[in-house]
């Protein structure tokens, strides 16, 4: 069975840091892209960043978290992180991560390319 299971939000202040992990069982991140997306309340679910599952892993970002998040992946420990620097409090929101189980090599960041989600983890920053 398939599950992406999202920890390490909570609470941090502006200009701080917090890492997410998107761990993944029933499948192998060798083989399926995931992507990391933030929801706010009443708003469209937002992609923030993705890792693709070729060898080289190309990644991509949403423009106003580039250079501030980093998204890396460990294949032995089937998981992917988000670390996120500098955050601002407009970065508050559910962050889930997610893959389409087609298993394309090469990850998009929009969420029609997504048909698998996690269940999510709240991040707040604020002061």
């Known amino acids: 069975q398939v599950q992406l299971v999202e920890s390490g939000g909570g609470l941090a202040q502006p200009g701080g840091s917090l890492t997410l992990s998107c761990k993944a069982s029933?499948?192998?991140?060798?083989?399926?892209?995931i992507g990391w997306f933030r929801q706010i309340p009443g708003e469209e679910r937002e992609a923030i960043s993705c890792?693709?599952?070729?060898?080289?892993?190309?990644?991509m970002y949403e423009d106003d978290v580039k250079g501030r998040f980093t998204i890396s992946r460990d294949t032995a420990k089937n998981t992917v992180y988000l670390q996120m620097n500098g955050l601002k409090p407009e970065d508050t929101g559910v962050y889930s991560c997610?893959?389409?189980?087609?298993?394309?090599?090469?990850?998009?960041?929009?969420?029609?390319?997504?048909?698998?989600w996690g269940q999510g983890t709240q991040v707040t920053v604020s002061s």
């Open positions: 029933g499948l192998s991140l060798s083989d399926y892209y």
């Open positions: 890792i693709s599952s070729s060898r080289g892993a190309r990644t």
């Open positions: 997610a893959t389409n189980l087609a298993g394309y090599k090469e990850c998009v960041l929009r969420t029609n390319g997504y048909n698998y």
